[in-house]
């Protein structure tokens, strides 16, 4: 009995062969090729190309530079071993340069994002306040007097550094102030996502208690960030109002839900712990906004772009540096229909542009009344000239028609 092969039926076929023959499942099976694998990620070290695309570690104008000097910033950044390569590093390679310091805490000392190693016992959620107790110490310990405001914020989480310090700006550091994104439940406290700022004044009122668990007495299961700003209760710090026109600056999750409405369920946590009256749309956010939550590494590396780099052509100082532009519709005239220039890139335009920097404003203004003057005065000069040739000439054309008349 002949096999027929069936078309478009490999499992007929397949049970075909097992109903007579045993031995043919197996060459079925030894031909038939293996599924596609799946495609493996690679780790691609990028450090080289982002560096050259994010370009120096600070803005350029002088008042970034004054920001940077005068209000001294210190970051340290939540993360733990799974995320030294992915999120960490992101985090590094994007807007930790921009703080004046940037610390990383996890369990585990990495020397690529030079993390301090916080002797955990366990790292996970249920372990987080005690990791950000002990990270608070460490910076309480090592930098209380180094800088003016201390910023805590996660390895998924995107920072301005240049808001925080015009927030900064505005107030005391030796004073007691905590910013953040006010949640209401456990008496107020800042979102831990969003990330959470600190001034001089207010770490050193609570560092003492941070050394021991039982020194700060909070004995509520609560998490990280409600824990924090009980601690702080305790030694007189209160939740502060960072609002920028009535919108908030530190947001717990991507843009994207701040910015489009509806994604954010209508029922949903967030909207019954905010204290303050949120929108969603573009009106959602302050202009200028210092966080962002849930960012991915891709994500982050992202928002780096649009933020430092993109930017319109001529809303910086550096696009003075950037050739002049050419073909502009002041510099032409209208022939018909068609807009034609008046000169070309070559032409001597760019040069009477350039030499008419060096001519004074009240030379320019009196140039064309001297010409018209100058012009009045040769005017008659030429007129008399020109009539004196004519006259010179009538009597040469009279002796010269005499001539040809005689000849004929």
């Known amino acids: 009995m002949s096999l027929r092969p069936v078309r478009h039926r490999p499992l007929y076929t397949v ?13 079925v099976v030894m031909l038939t090729p293996s599924a596609t694998p799946a495609p493996v990620l690679r780790t691609v070290d990028l450090s080289a190309q982002i560096k050259a695309a994010i370009g120096p570690t600070r803005g ?25 390569a992915t999120k960490a590093r992101a985090v590094k390679e994007t807007w930790a340069p921009r703080c004046n310091k940037a610390v990383f805490m996890s369990s585990k000392g990495d020397p ?18 005690e990791k950000s107790r002990k990270a608070w110490y460490y910076v309480y310990k090592n930098f209380a007097e180094d800088y003016d405001w201390f910023m805590k914020a996660d390895d998924d989480t995107f920072v301005i550094t240049e808001n925080v310090r015009y927030l ?31 001034s001089r004044g207010a ?96 994500l982050m590396r992202e928002l780096y772009f649009y933020v430092y780099k993109l930017h319109p052509y001529g809303s910086r100082k550096a696009d003075d540096l950037l050739p002049a532009p050419i073909f502009l519709r002041s510099k032409s005239r209208s022939v018909g229909s068609k807009l034609t220039l008046t000169g070309s890139p070559n032409d001597a335009a760019p040069a009477a542009k350039s030499a008419s920097k060096d001519i004074p404003k009240e030379v320019a203004k009196e140039a064309p009344k001297q010409a018209s003057k100058e012009g009045a005065k040769e005017a008659p000069k030429v007129a008399s000239k020109a009539d004196a040739k004519q006259e010179a000439v009538k009597p040469a054309q009279a002796v010269n028609n005499k001539t040809a008349a005689a000849k004929l």
């Not at 505005?170 to 700022?197: C, I, N, T, W």
């Open 168 to 198: 900064g700006s505005l107030h005391d550091p030796d004073g007691s102030y905590f910013f953040g994104r006010v949640f209401k439940p456990f008496g107020e406290y800042q979102s831990g996502g969003a990330g959470y700022v600190v």
């Open 203 to 298: 770490l050193k009122k609570v560092g003492p208690k941070l050394e021991k668990d039982e020194l700060c007495a909070v004995r509520t299961p609560m998490v990280e960030d409600a824990k924090f700003g009980a601690c702080l209760r305790e030694v007189g710090v209160g939740v502060g109002n960072s609002l920028e026109s009535g919108k908030d600056r530190f947001h717990p999750f991507v843009p994207e839900q701040h910015l489009i409405p509806g994604i954010i369920p209508a029922k949903f946590w967030y909207r019954d712990y905010v204290k303050y009256p949120t929108t969603e749309g573009m009106d959602c956010c302050s202009d200028l906004s210092i966080s962002f939550h849930y960012i991915t590494p891709n």
């Open 112 to 129: 690529i994002i030079k993390s301090i190693d916080l002797k955990m016992s366990a790292d996970s959620r249920d372990t987080l306040w």
């Open 60 to 84: 350029g104008s002088a008042q970034d530079t004054s920001l940077y000097n005068d209000v001294r910033l210190l970051c340290w950044i939540l993360t733990h071993p799974g995320n030294h």
């Open 15 to 27: 049970l075909y062969l097992y109903d007579h023959c045993s031995l043919c499942l197996l060459f």
